[in-house]
DNA sequence: CGAATTTGACCTCA
DNA sequence: TGAGGTCAAATTCG
């Protein structure tokens, strides 16, 4: 998968970028400089994307280079409270591609406005997890037979976290979304989306990635007239089409930031050489 | 009054 | 058989 010896060394030193800041976020953090690492968590955003940029100029997001390493989705689900593993339970026919996110939701705010239009047609209780599973599909299911779907959950741990994962691509007029367009051109090319089961995915070539909204990738949107005691409202979507969870604690008063994959991203540090491998055997391998 | 939500029942799969 | 996912009638909302 290579040939790409400079932009290794680029990744590399784009990577070491982004670990100085993330210690230098760390310590604005410390000294209560919430702007101050706003504008940071900006920069650091855009250093990872030109990270993205230079893996995939080098061919390395491609969705037949995961290898086969055992990872489920009951992994990928934020304490899951343990639970069952959501997408075990699959019918036949139903798509198999999707994708999941992780967003924080200010309180009394409805939380994840994703500026499509979506609804509710079923809540579930899962075994294990502390809130119900929340069921929604694209309103223009009936009128225009759009197959989306996503399933909100609430994180166990902190009750402003939502665990929403999308089902299928709308094929409705909201696909023309913008944002529903930058996220279908940043994860289709690359199928950077969990692939259920380990079933072919021929006859699911079709279930794309559904509408969501980063409102700019990997950027923070503070919510509106959040002041200083904002909680994240940071609808951050990974690159990857992973759950990056990169959220602030500040209303509890210590302020902080929590990454999820943390290990993941000292690994990722320390072998910057190789960047990702480890993305594909550790976060990759859906299956 | 139409659209959205709620919720118990049913379906599918492992 | 149990658990997740979906259906659809009843209810609520704007």
């Known amino acids: 998968m290579d040939g790409c010896g400079g932009e290794k060394r680029a990744l590399a030193s784009e990577l070491a970028q ?34 993205i940029r230079i893996a995939r100029a080098c061919g390395w997001y491609s969705p037949g280079s995961r290898d086969g390493s055992p990872r489920s989705d009951g992994a990928q689900h934020p304490g899951g409270g343990g639970g069952g593993n ?7 026919g139903t798509p198999c591609v999707r994708t ?48 989306a779907t996503k ?21 409705c007029a909201q696909a023309a979304h913008p944002g529903a367009e930058h996220l279908r051109r940043q994860l289709q090319p690359e199928g950077h989306a969990d ?13 794309l990635q559904a509408g969501l909204e980063p409102v700019a990738p990997y950027s923070f949107a503070p919510a509106p007239g959040a002041g200083a005691d904002f909680v994240g409202y940071f609808p951050l979507l990974s690159p990857t089409g992973l759950e990056w969870q990169l959220r602030s604690c500040y209303a509890a008063g210590g302020l902080g930031v929590g990454m999820d994959y943390e290990p993941h991203f000292e690994e990722f540090y320390k072998n910057a050489t190789d960047p990702f491998q480890w993305e594909y055997s550790d976060l990759y391998a859906a299956n």
């Not at 997408?87 to 036949?92: E, G, H, I, P």
């Not at 967003?103 to 409805?110: F, I, N, T």
């Not at 089961?197 to 079709?206: H, K, R, T």
Request: glycine share 6%.
């Open 100 to 147: 999941q996110v992780r967003v924080a939701a200010v309180q009394d705010m409805a939380p994840l406005d994703d500026g499509l239009s979506w609804r509710k047609y079923g809540q579930k209780d899962i075994l294990g997890a502390m809130y119900p599973r929340a069921y929604f599909r694209c309103t223009h299911r009936n009128s225009q037979g759009c197959p």
């Open 195 to 207: 692939v259920e089961q380990s079933s072919p995915l021929a006859p699911e070539a079709e279930c």
């Open 18 to 51: 982004v670990q100085a800041m993330v210690r230098e976020l760390e310590a604005r953090m410390d000294q209560d400089l919430p702007a101050a690492a706003r504008e940071l968590c900006g920069e650091l955003a855009s250093s990872v994307d030109r990270s």
């Open 151 to 171: 399933h909100v959950q609430r994180a166990d741990g902190d009750p402003l976290l939502y665990d929403v994962v999308y089902h299928g691509a709308h094929s």
């Open 86 to 92: 959501a997408q075990s339970k699959r019918r036949k």
